[in-house]
């Protein structure tokens, strides 16, 4: 890392640091103006009196707002959802209640308060009809508890970008005709009925393997499923609450599995279960620790039998953007630089949503980065794992930079793949705005939290809008994706693969990838990833067995939640959360 960089970090901490002291002041000049007028005019517009107030209640209320809830909403801002502070004010407990228990059906209905809400933040929040109502009382409890801050004491900026790309995407003529290939059993009776988020291979033997975050890791054989793993047996401490990222994050067989039998799984326990390995202070909460840990078996050995090793901990204050994928360079030779070497994709931990921004403008922390280790090695501050040589903070002249660190600055850097011609290429799940593809370089810093795609995000006063970037934004050294959409699109990407198959031409140069919640499916042409441009990105369609459909339409469900996967041939396959139903891309025509 040049010394240049390390002068401009300096000058975004002290800029981040100026923010939070502005903040502090109007926040302290606020809060007795605050205290008269909520005693001056404590009346609300709807009958708030079946609502506890006890602090037992409340307390219970806040435990469940903190495992359930705050990945999405908090009380100061936007995020993913609305905040909440006051809500109880603005809608009656009845319409709450029922939102909380079934949104999806209260936005069906046509109500008005419901579809303003899904229309702002494009996306449907998961049903909570398991919750006994004893519980979202509570929750309820705990939400009253929280009075708004009057908008006349929060200084408001008018200077925000409303419509950030206000192009559209354009539709191509591709349509991609898909195969069924399995439905993996429900793991919940409660939607979704499975969390089925990644598709990989074993190296030797070309097998599918299927991951479910509740626990399970499925052996794929002729379009029969059966469980390799089971996460929670072998793991005593292991949760799949509160949802969402948590749970049975990802899965890697090392490139020599047929030989030494060793794969790596990430997995979240509670809060506190062992010493973490990269914790923070302790005015920020822990509600759960990622734990990757390495596994030796017997390769012939069916179901999994064997040993596991713990590499390392990591506390989280959320469910959201955790330790979600491990990765080995399927491409590297042995001999190449990366060959045998990890890379673990590392979110924010939702510390954005709940105000503590862990990740840093410098690589001195572990949260919103992309790692790479040497698993058989131990050279790392806790001996349990290698630094590569070739890490660009190996050798560093700020002795507190951590030397794992390959590249940082991401919210949530959710899929990582590399390109035929080397690339490595990575996702960012954005905020409130922008949905990125980056290319990876080694020792760049990619922008979170000051900046969200190529915008300006002032994540200290005015966290979910962003502005223009400022005329010294070269100084910052910032790395931009190669291509991005904003929320008119969709709400969460998608990571994808170049295709590398031969069963489908037509997808020859594309880098496929799409949105989570929506299930909506673009591509870019690979020959226009380039660094400091934006690719046009296009959308594709499907078709199922010849007949024209969409992957909502095909679960049945509006909140889709697709992943990808590519199997030992290059060929690319589609997830889809809600019904646990596996598709592989078999054929492609050019729509007349």
């Known amino acids: 890392m040049h010394s240049y960089k390390f002068n401009t970090l300096r000058i975004i901490d002290n800029e981040i640091s100026m923010m939070k002291k502005r903040i502090a002041i109007i926040a302290a000049m606020a809060l007795p103006l605050l205290y008269f007028l909520s005693n001056c005019n404590s009346r609300s517009s709807f009958d708030t009196r079946s609502i506890p107030t006890d602090s037992i209640t409340i307390a219970k209320g806040q435990n469940s707002f903190a495992n359930k809830c705050n990945s999405c909403h908090n009380f100061n801002y936007d995020g993913i959802g609305p905040q909440l502070a006051g809500i109880t004010s603005e809608n009656s407990v009845d319409w709450l209640k029922n939102f909380i228990r079934d949104p999806k059906k209260i936005i069906e209905s046509g109500d008005t308060t419901a579809q303003k809400l899904f229309d702002k933040y494009k996306t449907l929040m998961p049903s909570f009809a398991y919750l006994p109502d004893d519980e979202i009382n509570a929750i309820l409890a705990f939400i009253h508890s929280k009075k708004k801050l009057e908008k006349s004491l929060v200084q408001e900026d008018t200077n925000d970008i409303k419509n950030p790309i206000p ?135 069916f179901p999994f039998s064997g040993k596991g090793r713990e590499v390392f901990r990591i506390d989280m204050p959320t469910g959201i953007h955790g330790m979600q994928e491990i990765t080995f360079n399927r491409f590297a030779k042995p001999g190449d630089e990366d060959y045998g070497l990890l890379y673990i994709g590392i979110g924010d931990g939702g510390s954005a949503e709940i105000g503590h921004a862990l990740v840093s403008a410098t690589p001195d922390k572990l949260w919103g980065s992309i790692i790479r280790i040497d698993p058989s090695g131990n050279n790392s ?180 939640e697709i992943r990808f996967g590519m199997d030992s041939n290059g060929e690319l396959y589609i997830l889809t959360k809600a019904d646990g139903k596996v598709y592989k891309l078999v054929s492609a025509a050019m729509k007349q």
Request: hydrophobic share 35%; charged share 20%; net charge positive.
């Open 167 to 301: 192009d559209t995407i354009k539709s191509s003529d591709l349509v991609v005709d898909l195969k069924f290939v399995t439905q993996i059993p429900p793991s919940s009776d409660q939607p979704p009925l499975t969390r089925i988020t990644k598709l990989d291979y074993e190296p030797n033997t070309g097998e599918l393997f299927i991951l479910d975050l509740r626990g399970k890791l499925y052996r794929l054989q002729n379009g029969a499923q059966k469980v390799y793993m089971d996460i929670a047996s072998l793991k005593p401490k292991f949760i799949n609450q509160p949802g969402l990222a948590t749970g049975f994050g990802s899965f890697a067989f090392h490139p020599e599995f047929s030989k030494n039998g060793i794969l790596y799984t990430t997995h979240t326990e509670p809060p506190a279960t062992a010493k973490a390995d990269f914790s923070y202070p302790d005015s920020i909460p822990v509600l759960l620790q990622w734990v990757l840990t390495e596994w030796k078996t017997d390769p012939a050995t």
């Open 381 to 560: 501050k806790n001996g349990k794992y290698g630094i590569p040589r070739h890490n660009p903070f190996y050798k560093t002249e700020n002795e507190k930079n951590l030397p794992e660190i390959y590249a940082w600055g991401f919210r949530n850097p959710h899929r990582i793949s590399w390109s035929k011609s080397g690339q490595l290429l990575a996702v960012n799940i954005g905020e409130h705005n922008i949905e990125a593809l980056n290319i990876i370089k080694a020792g760049h810093f990619y922008g979170w939290p000051i900046r969200e795609g190529t915008f300006l995000e002032r994540f200290f006063n005015n966290v979910g809008k962003i502005y223009p970037l400022p005329d010294n934004d070269s100084t910052y050294h910032v790395t931009y994706p190669v291509a991005q959409f904003d929320h008119d699109e969709g709400a969460a990407i998608s990571g994808g693969f170049e295709y590398r198959g031969t069963r489908v031409p037509q997808l020859a140069g594309k880098y496929l990838f799409g949105d989570i919640a929506s299930g909506k499916l673009f591509f870019v042409n690979m020959k226009d990833l380039k660094m400091g441009r934006q690719a046009t990105i296009k959308k594709w369609k499907i078709s199922l067995n010849g007949m024209p459909t969409t992957l909502a339409q095909l679960c049945g469900n509006s909140r889709v």
